[in-house]
């Protein structure tokens, strides 16, 4: 039989490695939202990417859906303290979304049904690091979780993984979004504990 001590083993000692500084663990879900939950009929929904030369592209429900599906897991971090490991989605990654965009842009200003919006630079949209998600956990996402779909770009705060989200507008200024014109921080690096304006 081998002594092992669970403390130097696997999941225990990894998870905390993966917990950035400030936060803790949660098994459950959180919910936050800044109001009441939109309902978009899918035959309705349309996901858009609004170039800074005007130009628009758009992809309805069922084109949305046929597009290449990846089903990143990630550790997700809230601002509020809490983080959820290993969370698994489906969904679109931007960088399908973004292969026939032409734009020089630097800058992304998501925006959902419902009025939120977030910013973040275009760059921490492309390389496999976000999707536009509308599965968790193997099922629709939820209403109350974004469903249809949401933007997941788990490497930032969550509050930068906009729900129910409609379009992403590429702009040459930052124009800050609906938090972080509330004092949250512009870029939100977890592991920096880029919670606040000025940290
Ligand atoms: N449209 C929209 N997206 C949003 C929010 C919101 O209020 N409205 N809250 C943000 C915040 S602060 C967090 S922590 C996560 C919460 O996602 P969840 O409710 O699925 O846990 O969504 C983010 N995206
Ligand atoms: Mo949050």
């Keep these: 039989m081998a002594i092992i001590s669970r403390g130097f083993t696997g999941r225990r000692r990894n998870d905390s490695d993966r917990l950035p500084p400030g936060q803790y663990l949660v098994e459950d879900f959180p919910v936050l939202s800044a109001g009441p939950t939109p309902r978009v009929p899918l035959d309705r929904w349309e996901f858009a990417i609004d170039t800074e030369d005007g130009r628009t592209h758009r992809w309805t429900w069922a084109e949305f859906m046929a597009l290449p599906q990846e089903t990143p897991t990630a550790d997700i971090h ?11 989605w489906q969904g679109v990654s931007l960088d399908v979304l973004f292969e026939d965009v032409e734009s020089a842009a630097e800058y992304a200003l998501v925006y959902s049904y419902g009025g939120y919006t977030t910013n973040l630079p275009v760059d921490d949209l492309l390389d496999g690091k976000a999707w536009i998600v509308h599965r968790y956990g193997g099922e629709e996402l939820a209403p109350q979780h974004g469903g249809p779909a949401r933007l997941l770009v788990p490497h930032l705060y969550f509050w930068k993984s906009a729900k129910w989200v409609r379009g992403i507008r590429l702009l040459n200024e930052d124009w800050p979004g609906f938090w972080e014109t509330a004092g949250y921080h512009n870029y939100g690096n977890p592991w920096r504990e880029q919670r606040y304006e000025g940290d």
């Design 78 to 88: 809230c601002v509020t303290r809490w983080s959820k490991l290993d969370t698994e």
